[in-house]
């Protein structure tokens, strides 16, 4: 009988540490106190701590069919050689939820996408062009609409298929000249 209450003792503290395991809420805070919930965050919060961010890719990144998300692979983010931030995105299971170690915490997030209503839309009214040996989109025009009213809002002009990282913008408040490399609109190798 001692060996019975022992057995079931032990089974109960085992399991009151599981529920207290499972239950703590596992989040980490960026610079601004608030929580992380994407990996759009994470990379965000490491782009605003200043320094050139490298995305490495460790471990291949997986999806399968009938599945929403990436079930595993690994991404580190390095800042001059050093490793800031880890993403794991899992065992090959199907599920929305990706584990981050950074600053030596340990925490999960959802893969899940917030679902928006975007403000605009485009219009390609000059085909996109990229020509092999070079990083930019040499030309092409994209024009930019509110889907409130339809009004333009803005016109990016690529160039005239000189390989630059300089692009137009129109918009109402005149005419700027940006670098590719600042917008994003560089080609990722």
């Known amino acids: 009988m001692k060996k019975s209450i022992r057995v079931i003792l032990l089974f109960a503290i085992g399991m009151a540490f599981f529920i207290t395991a ?12 608030d929580m992380f919930k994407s990996v759009a965050d994470i990379e965000a919060d490491l782009n605003f701590n200043g320094g050139e ?13 009938d599945c929403d998300y990436i079930v ?7 800042q001059e050689g050093e490793v800031v931030a880890v993403i794991y995105y899992g065992d090959g299971n199907c599920d929305d939820i990706a584990t981050v170690t950074k600053d030596g915490e340990t925490f999960e997030i959802s ?5 928006k209503e975007d403000w605009y839309y485009k219009v390609v009214t000059e085909p996109i062009v990229k ?4 990083d930019y989109i040499v030309s092409g025009v994209v024009e930019f609409y509110g889907t409130k009213d339809d009004s333009w809002l803005a016109t990016i002009d690529f160039g005239d298929g000189e390989c630059d990282e300089w692009a137009t913008k129109i918009t109402n408040d005149g005419t700027f000249v940006f670098s590719m490399d600042d917008w994003g ?3 990722k190798p």
């Open 22 to 33: 499972c239950n703590k809420e596992n989040t980490s805070k960026n610079d601004e106190g």
């Open 53 to 65: 961010i490298e995305k490495v890719v460790t471990n291949p990144l997986v999806k399968i069919d």
């Open 72 to 78: 595993s692979g690994t991404i580190e983010f390095q």
């Open 111 to 115: 893969l899940k996408k917030e679902e």
């Open 131 to 134: 020509i092999e040996g070079c």
């Open 185 to 187: 609109y560089k080609e």
